[in-house]
């Protein structure tokens, strides 16, 4: 019972560096999503990703892409890292049905120094 | 603009206690309203959905509610488990959120012995 699974669980970056968050979902789900949570905000989707090949920006893109690699898969890039993007990055999916309630994974704790 | 908003921000409770916590909120058309638990360093986990006015939803402890500005989250006789932040979300059926879930900062629940 893996559900969403995350990887790495931190990582610490200097401003400028980049790297990918990785996201993979044993659940045959097709929707996949990425939230950033801030102390003191809620979850805020940055993409999302209705079916294998399609994806689309959230409230929050800018500084962001993403790529669905496959059914299971979805990963979040940052090309530049800005200390603005410290935050925990959570992904999630869900089953079919527009109302299917979200799954979420353990998150990613960046620090981008 | 669809918004959530919860209330109080923190509870503590004694063991046994029973209280509730609020969610207002304002949506494009309410397509469903979810519940969340999320544990310290853990991803939210899904509680309950609710669709419309008037339904109730239980588990163990927590009983939800729902009218058409605001939701509520029972629990009856707490335990030291109970302990968690409770994050409340909508998801509008029309505008520019539309289907996406919009969540609120949480309320921080910590019940003491």
């Known amino acids: 019972n893996a559900g969403v699974t995350q990887t790495p669980k931190f990582q610490v970056l200097k401003t400028g560096q980049s790297m990918t968050l990785q996201c993979a979902q044993d659940?045959?789900?097709?929707?996949m999503y990425w939230y950033r949570q801030d102390p003191g905000m809620g979850l805020r989707l940055i993409y999302y990703s209705a079916s294998e090949g399609t994806t689309d920006k959230g409230e929050v893109p800018n500084g962001y892409n993403v790529s669905r690699l496959n059914k299971r898969e979805f990963s979040l890039r940052l090309e530049s890292a800005a200390p603005s993007q410290t935050s925990v990055y959570f992904c999630a999916s869900s089953g079919p049905g527009g109302n299917s309630p979200l799954h979420f994974g353990n998150g990613t704790r960046l620090t981008v120094t | 603009e669809d918004q959530v908003t919860q209330s109080p921000e923190a509870l503590r409770l004694q063991e046994g206690e029973s209280s509730s916590l609020n969610c207002s909120y304002t949506?494009?058309?309410?397509?469903?309203l979810f519940w969340y638990r999320q544990d310290p360093g853990k991803g939210p986990e899904f509680l309950f959905t609710l669709y419309s006015a008037g339904e109730e939803k239980e588990k163990e402890r927590l009983k939800a509610t729902l009218t058409k500005k605001e939701s509520f989250l029972h629990i009856t006789a707490p335990k030291p488990e109970d302990s968690a932040t409770y994050l409340c979300a909508v998801q509008a059926r029309y505008g520019g959120s539309q289907g996406n879930l919009i969540f609120g900062k949480g309320t921080k629940l910590s019940v003491k012995p």
């Open positions: 949506v494009s058309g309410l397509r469903g």
């Open positions: 659940m045959n789900h097709n929707s």
